[in-house]
Nanobody, 124 residues
């Protein structure tokens, strides 16, 4: 019943910015946490950021603190990831996920649904 569609990825120069979007069903995004994970070439999928159902509780990976901002607009059934000061190490496929509860942490096992991913490539 839930479909997640990521968009906004692309190629950007180091130091630049991108804004990712993830569209989900209204019922799901209104009652559950949302998160972003990423998977770089040759590496395992890692946590990036999560936001609670109410939008007032967020958690970020240490590697992106101060550079990335997660937000959500429940009226538009969408969660966003604003990425600033990008570096080549941010290059990865970014995945949107829906949590099992109103607030979930950094573990992938706490999330129920996943999108197909959007590619982000940062050149030096």
């Amino acid at each position: 019943q839930v479909q997640l569609v990521e968009s906004g990825g692309g190629l950007v120069q180091a130091g630049g910015s991108l804004r990712l979007s993830c569209a989900a069903s209204r019922r799901t995004i209104s009652n559950n946490s949302m998160a972003w994970f990423r998977q770089a070439p040759g590496k395992e999928r890692e946590f990036v950021a999560t936001i609670a159902w109410r939008g007032g509780n967020t958690l970020y990976a240490d590697s992106v603190k101060g550079r990335f901002t997660i937000s959500r607009d429940n009226a538009k059934d969408t969660v966003y990831l604003q990425m600033n000061s990008l570096t080549p190490e941010d290059t990865a496929v970014y995945y949107c996920a829906v949590g099992l509860r109103a607030y979930s942490g950094s573990h992938s096992t706490d999330y129920r649904y996943w999108g197909q991913g959007t590619q982000v490539t940062v050149s030096s």
